[in-house]
């Protein structure tokens, strides 16, 4: 019987999901290279730790070093704003800066390369975590998935930590004689890390350029004070909530944060600020309130429960009865029973 070690299996998984990318073209451009490289290291892995084929061990610490860079730019490009190519150049100094530590961490210097990858995995994965910590919404996310994209980025940043102390754990059973630990401690935190990168898959949102969802700096720079006028966020908020009720901008299963403020011509910012110094809600709740009201006149107008959610503008019913019991009170089964009930 053939069995697969845990790092191969995950890299099967991995590779899939990249395919799945590549094929429906469904997500950033970005995550198939993400994937790719998260396969190819649990790949390698296995072929290391459990074939033996000792050869290819030079070759760990340079692949490794792909990940936390990949994931950090694919964070940005899904969720904030995709990154240019002279800003994003600086990253490719981490797997090069990792490969020059191989020959160079011989004798009295070969721990090198894993304090090399330590500081990657522990500096990416700690500004996914406080990036995506550090925001109320997440502009380039979908405004109907919630909390949802931000956590599970904030996932990803702790599997980043989590090969961090992976690393260090190594190091330490290998300067306290306990070197067979080591393939142990690879093939579990390594497979748990690189799984939590396919993570992503859950989420994948279909970002448009920065031209399309948001203007050069849009999202960095409040236009005025923050303690502007009240009267200057209700005109803000009377401009929103036209164009949410009116114009039917809340129907839109793809709104994003971004896409809202360049439609109201004003920074992403702003526009947060207003709606959470107004109503004390953030963004999203405050689309979703608008999504709910229109799920529950169809309701009302004896649309089912799936149809209703789906021309209100979400796409999975998780997130549409959490927010329909966080609005109304009730499930939208309940509510639909209540009003037609009551009509006839």
């Not at 073209?25 to 390698?44: H, I």
């Not at 995709?82 to 150049?89: H, K, S, T």
């Not at 910590?133 to 980025?153: F, S, T, V, Y």
């Amino acid at each position: 019987m053939l069995v697969l070690p845990i790092p191969l299996a995950v890299a099967l998984v991995l590779t899939f999901l990249a395919c799945r990318f590549v094929l429906l073209r469904d997500g950033p451009s970005l995550f198939p290279l993400l994937l790719g490289a998260a396969a190819l290291q649990g790949t390698l892995i296995s072929l290391v730790q459990h074939y033996g084929i000792a050869a290819l061990q030079p070759v760990l610490p340079v692949t490794a070093s792909l990940v936390p860079p990949l994931a950090y730019l694919a964070f940005r490009q899904a969720a904030i704003r995709a990154p240019a190519l002279p800003g994003a150049l600086p990253h490719a100094l981490a797997p090069l800066a990792t490969g020059l530590s191989v020959p160079l961490g011989q004798g009295a210097l070969h721990w090198l390369p894993d304090a090399a990858l330590v500081a990657l995995y522990a500096g990416y994965g700690t500004a996914i975590l406080l990036q995506a910590r550090g925001r109320e919404d997440l502009p380039l996310a979908r405004l109907e998935a919630g909390r949802l994209p931000q956590r599970i980025w904030q996932a990803v940043g702790a599997s980043l930590l989590l090969s961090a102390v992976s690393d260090t754990a190594i190091a330490i059973a290998l300067l306290s004689g306990e070197a067979w630990l080591r393939p142990l401690v690879v093939s579990l935190t390594s497979s748990l890390a690189l799984l939590a990168v396919g993570l992503l898959g859950l989420v994948a949102a279909r970002p448009g350029s920065v031209g399309e969802d948001e203007e050069p700096g849009a999202g960095d720079t409040v236009a005025r004070d923050a303690g502007a006028d009240i009267a200057a966020d209700r005109e803000l908020m009377a401009r929103l909530d036209a164009l949410l009720d009116r114009d039917g901008a809340c129907l839109d299963p793809d709104l994003t944060l971004a896409r809202l403020a360049r439609r109201l011509h004003v920074p992403m910012k702003q526009l947060s600020a207003a709606i959470n110094r107004t109503s004390g809600e953030n963004v999203s709740r405050h689309v979703n309130g608008y999504r709910i009201r229109h799920a529950c006149k169809l309701l009302g107008e004896g649309h089912s429960v799936t149809a209703a959610m789906l021309a209100s503008g979400f796409n999975t019913k998780s997130n549409f009865n959490r927010e329909f019991l966080r609005v109304t009170g009730e499930t939208p089964s309940a509510c639909r029973a209540r009003i037609l009930g009551s009509a006839g």
